[in-house]
């Protein structure tokens, strides 16, 4: 484990080089750390979901010719109860927002959110509309942010690599451990009812802060 | 296909006591229309279906059209008798009239088996609050039902002998007809980098210093 005992009598961890060193000479040295992250990064089940056009894109990155299997998440499934990722593939629209967040709350933890797209990211050419979430990330703890509109499934799958990336670096224990090894986080994010109007809360506010304004010559 | 003024001319043959008028179309499509009155609505859909020779057996598109009330100024010429043997002295006067406003709904019919169309059908509802009502022509051709039930939810058109009117694209507990001319939608601007246009008059109404652009940074 990363945080095994140093005392004087016990030598260090062994550096990354000295480690590779012995991988040449066919010993395979590990941390349970290392190995389950290793594991759970290269099967990531996206949810079978897709909102708008980004979600064509996402198609596209699911078949033959981009292949989305190469990084081990072929498995789009149609039930958020077996996906580890979702993917907000398009325009969420205030009357869709409170079904994708109730969508993320039946995932099981660990879980993970790609927001693909412009719209996904801040609400896009729909921003200042009076029908469009201005950005997912209102309810839901975003992790990959893919700007593009849409996207290009390569950028799609640039995301999912970086998304790996993300996983592999997660430590088991510690403040910076996920979600799913710790009790002190919720894992239910704030589901939205709709108003009059507009979506209530229109943020959650354990999740996203409103920008604040700073002004240079007060600074 | 006959001509639009044919067409016209048989329909009240066939309906005498029907407000059937010809809508020109400036534009080059000259693409004119049929303005029918509420009350023959129906009756004028089912004979265009059913007519062999129009067949019109398709109903493409259903859209609303928002007229807001609006004040128009008008020259009125009054003329005097002047000096006698002299001309009359004519005065102009300018005065303003209120012209309500009024909803209308479109629709576009085609006919697949006759391979013609389109045929273009309006009608105009009584005022822009409460005399709202229009016969529905879903039971004519069963397409218009989702794009009456848009018609309703957007526009506030009250569409009469629809079999499920609700609203479509916005929530049930939505309140208001976002395409009206005179639909206010929440205030909820978000500052944006490159603001024009109509957003442009929300940012300066938000930031009153981004009279010059650039010149407020939200923190990340």
Same mark, same amino acid.
């Given at each position: 484990?990363?945080?095994?005992?140093?005392?004087?009598?016990?030598?260090?961890?062994?550096?990354?080089?000295?480690?590779?060193?012995?991988?040449?000479?066919?010993?395979?040295?590990?941390?349970?750390?290392?190995?389950?992250?290793?594991?759970?990064?290269?099967?990531?089940?996206?949810?079978?979901?897709?909102?708008?056009?980004?979600?064509?894109?996402?198609?596209?990155?699911?078949?033959?010719?981009?292949?989305?299997?190469?990084?081990?998440?072929?498995?789009?499934?149609?039930?958020?109860?077996?996906?580890?990722?979702?993917?907000?593939?398009?325009?969420?629209?205030?009357?869709?927002?409170?079904?994708?967040?109730?969508?993320?709350?039946?995932?099981?933890?660990?879980?993970?959110?790609?927001?693909?797209?412009?719209?996904?990211? $801040?609400?896009? %050419?729909?921003?200042?509309?009076?029908?469009? &979430?201005?950005?997912? !990330?209102?309810?839901? =703890?975003?992790?990959?942010?893919?700007?593009?509109?849409?996207?290009?499934?390569?950028?799609?799958?640039?995301?999912?690599?970086?998304?790996?990336?993300?996983?592999?670096?997660?430590?088991?224990?510690?403040?910076?451990?996920?979600?799913?090894?710790? $009790?002190?986080? %919720?894992?239910?994010?704030?589901?939205?009812? &709709?108003?009059?109007? !507009?979506?209530?809360? =229109?943020?959650?506010?354990?999740?996203?802060?409103?920008?604040?304004?700073?002004?240079?010559?007060?600074? | 296909?006959?001509?639009?003024?044919?067409?016209?001319?048989?329909?009240?043959?066939?309906?005498?006591?029907?407000?059937?008028?010809?809508?020109?179309?400036?534009?080059?499509?000259?693409?004119?229309?049929?303005?029918?009155?509420?009350?023959?609505?129906?009756?004028?859909?089912?004979?265009?279906?059913?007519?062999?020779?129009?067949?019109?057996?398709?109903?493409?598109?259903?859209?609303?059209?928002?007229?807001?009330?609006?004040?128009?100024?008008?020259?009125?010429?009054?003329?005097?008798?002047?000096?006698?043997?002299?001309?009359?002295?004519?005065?102009?006067?300018?005065?303003?009239?209120?012209?309500?406003?009024?909803?209308?709904?479109?629709?576009?019919?085609?006919?697949?088996?006759?391979?013609?169309?389109?045929?273009?059908?309006?009608?105009?509802?009584?005022?822009?609050?409460?005399?709202?009502?229009?016969?529905?022509?879903?039971?004519?051709?069963?397409?218009?039902?989702?794009?009456?039930?848009?018609?309703?939810?957007?526009?506030?058109?009250?569409?009469?002998?629809?079999?499920?009117?609700?609203?479509?694209?916005?929530?049930?507990?939505?309140?208001?007809?976002?395409?009206?001319?005179?639909?206010?939608?929440?205030?909820?601007?978000?500052?944006?980098?490159?603001?024009?246009?109509?957003?442009?008059?929300?940012?300066?109404?938000?930031?009153?210093?981004?009279?010059?652009?650039?010149?407020?940074?939200?923190?990340?």
């Amino acid at each position: 484990m990363s945080d095994a005992p140093t005392a004087a009598s016990v030598p260090g961890p062994i550096s990354a080089e000295e480690r590779d060193e012995l991988r040449r000479h066919g010993i395979l040295l590990t941390s349970v750390q290392e190995l389950y992250n290793w594991g759970r990064s290269h099967s990531v089940w996206p949810l079978n979901f897709g909102l708008a056009c980004c979600a064509i894109e996402m198609i596209a990155a699911s078949m033959a010719k981009f292949d989305i299997a190469r990084f081990g998440s072929e498995v789009f499934r149609p039930s958020p109860r077996q996906a580890d990722l979702i993917i907000v593939s398009g325009t969420v629209t205030k009357k869709m927002a409170p079904h994708v967040v109730r969508l993320w709350n039946q995932m099981p933890e660990p879980k993970y959110c790609i927001a693909m797209g412009a719209c996904a990211i $801040s609400g896009g %050419p729909f921003k200042q509309g009076y029908n469009v &979430l201005k950005g997912i !990330d209102r309810y839901i =703890p975003v992790d990959i942010y893919i700007p593009g509109c849409p996207p290009r499934p390569e950028a799609l799958l640039h995301g999912l690599v970086e998304l790996q990336e993300k996983i592999r670096q997660q430590p088991l224990r510690g403040p910076d451990a996920p979600r799913h090894l710790r $009790s002190d986080l %919720p894992c239910d994010a704030t589901v939205p009812e &709709l108003g009059a109007t !507009d979506i209530e809360p =229109p943020f959650s506010p354990d999740v996203w802060k409103p920008p604040t304004l700073v002004r240079p010559d007060k600074a | 296909m006959e001509t639009p003024e044919a067409l016209r001319d048989r329909l009240l043959a066939r309906f005498p006591g029907a407000s059937i008028e010809l809508v020109p179309n400036g534009s080059p499509s000259a693409q004119v229309s049929f303005r029918i009155g509420p009350a023959a609505l129906r009756e004028v859909a089912c004979f265009l279906r059913d007519d062999a020779e129009l067949a019109l057996d398709q109903c493409s598109n259903v859209t609303g059209l928002d007229v807001p009330d609006r004040e128009v100024v008008e020259t009125v010429k009054e003329s005097q008798p002047g000096a006698p043997g002299g001309p009359p002295v004519v005065t102009e006067r300018k005065q303003t009239r209120l012209q309500p406003g009024h909803l209308e709904v479109v629709y576009h019919l085609y006919s697949v088996a006759r391979r013609q169309g389109p045929v273009i059908l309006r009608a105009r509802t009584g005022n822009r609050t409460d005399a709202v009502t229009l016969p529905s022509l879903t039971p004519v051709w069963r397409s218009c039902e989702f794009q009456e039930r848009e018609v309703f939810d957007l526009f506030g058109v009250v569409f009469e002998g629809h079999p499920d009117l609700r609203r479509i694209l916005m929530w049930d507990a939505f309140v208001g007809h976002p395409m009206r001319k005179d639909y206010v939608e929440p205030d909820d601007y978000e500052w944006e980098p490159t603001p024009h246009g109509d957003v442009l008059a929300k940012a300066r109404r938000h930031y009153p210093s981004a009279a010059a652009p650039g010149a407020v940074q939200p923190s990340p």
